[in-house]
């Protein structure tokens, strides 16, 4: 009998053993199931929030501004990164950038992530410019008449823009012929103007006339707190005497260094007697490169020559581009957009070696067809008593007609600003 109750006992003890080995089966079971489940509702919730509204609906913008994908964000939920971080907008069409919104689960383990398209479209509205009317135009008779030799235009976008005229020129009467001309960029733009050519005999040559300004005079008329005086010079000036520019008071030069077109520099004849004499007179100073130029290549290969040229010399003026044949500009066919992005890429070249770049630009040209004149210094032309130009500037070249002891013709005169 006492046999038979142990062994009942036994029994009970089994099964209660069984119903607990169930029961953690059964939990285990559940959690197996439903941590999946937490984690998977977990997910669809964080990625169900995440979001990203946009400021504008199809933006339509004009073609070479500048808009940062950041500034079209209204608002979002979770880790945003863009495809691009500026609209592309260098070409006219419709367009779009891709932003993902993420947001990391589990310390990483899961990173939910979801797309959002921003539509855009890039339009050119923006008319062609008349850089040269030809109003006033000489040609000599017998020659043949070509209507881009006599005026200039340009566009912020198309970079052959056409140009038609109506009216006729007999260059082979003497006389006066009224045109009128349009130009038209690939968006349909347009400008027209009217002007006039005159057939001539024979084209007088050019000579200055104008009064020179001594240099003495330049400084005494303008001397002011922070500003300082000097010239900017090239083979023009023929051989100078660097210690009696000194001793007139100019106190920086900035030197032609050569010309580049195609990419290719030609040293200027003078350079280095120019660069030497001024550095041994302790005269502070720049360089500036002319250029001929109409690609981004070409420019960054004429600023890598200038860095092997100079070889690692010290300079206390930046290093200088200096593009002005727009009285030419349609011949090189380049858009505003591809001159200024030619200067960008001189400039990061000059840079990328320790130098300082600056851009030369008239007054006329600096508030029409320069961009971005506030990211780097520039050195304005303006040949005027006060200048009225409204944008920031490091020199300001404010005559062509300078005279300096040291120097024999004429020079520019220069103030260079603290």
């Not at 070409?91 to 310390?107: H, L, N, Q, R």
């Not at 660069?275 to 100073?285: L, Q, V, Y």
């Not at 020199?395 to 002891?405: E, H, L, P, R, Y």
Request: charged share 30%; aromatic share 12%; hydrophobic share 35%.
């Amino acid at each position: 009998m006492r046999s038979d109750r142990y062994k009942e006992q036994g029994i009970k003890k089994k099964s209660k053993k069984g119903r607990t080995l169930k029961v953690l089966l059964l939990l285990i079971l559940l959690l197996i199931v439903a941590i999946p489940g937490a984690v998977y509702y977990s997910y669809k919730t964080t990625l169900d929030s995440l979001s990203v509204e946009f400021k504008y609906d199809n933006l339509k913008t004009e073609i070479g501004d500048e808009h940062a994908m950041k500034d079209c964000i209204k608002s979002s939920v979770g880790d945003i990164t863009c495809s691009d971080d500026y609209l592309e907008t260098d070409t006219t069409g419709d367009k779009e950038i891709v932003c993902t919104a993420s947001k990391a689960m589990f310390g990483g383990l899961l990173n939910p992530t979801k797309e959002f398209t921003f539509k855009y479209s890039v339009e050119d509205k923006t008319d062609p410019i008349m850089l040269w009317s030809g109003d006033g135009a000489v040609v000599e008779k017998g020659t043949e008449f070509n209507i881009s030799d006599v005026i200039g235009y340009g566009d912020n976008a198309d970079p052959k823009p056409s140009v038609e005229y109506e009216g006729d020129v007999d260059t082979n009467t003497i006389g006066d012929y009224p045109l009128h001309v349009t130009v038209t960029d690939a968006s349909g733009n347009s400008i027209d103007w009217d002007f006039t050519v005159h057939v001539v005999e024979t084209i007088v040559p050019y000579e200055d006339s104008s009064e020179r300004w001594e240099f003495s005079d330049f400084v005494k008329e303008n001397d002011a707190e922070g500003r300082h005086f000097g010239i900017d010079v090239s083979n023009w000036q023929d051989d100078i005497d660097f210690e009696k520019v000194k001793k007139a008071g100019c106190e920086f030069v900035i030197i032609r260094i050569g010309y580049s077109e195609d990419g290719k520099v030609t040293m200027d004849k003078r350079f280095k007697q120019n660069f030497e004499g001024a550095r041994a007179a302790g005269i502070d100073t720049g360089i500036y490169l002319y250029s001929y130029d109409n690609t981004e290549d070409e420019a960054r290969s004429a600023a890598k020559w200038i860095i092997d040229q100079l070889d690692g010399a010290e300079l206390e003026l930046p290093i200088v581009f200096d593009w002005e044949d727009f009285g030419q500009f349609q011949t090189y066919e380049m858009s505003f957009i591809g001159l200024n992005k030619m200067y960008d890429a001189f400039a990061e070249e000059i840079e990328a070696a320790g130098y300082d770049s600056m851009l030369y630009g008239s007054k006329n040209y600096l508030e029409k067809i320069w961009t971005d004149t506030d990211v780097r210094p520039i050195w304005l032309a303006h040949y005027i008593d006060k200048t009225d130009y409204k944008g920031p500037y490091r020199i300001w070249q404010a005559s062509s007609s300078g005279k300096i002891d040291g120097i024999s013709g004429a020079v520019d005169l220069d103030i260079l600003y603290d």
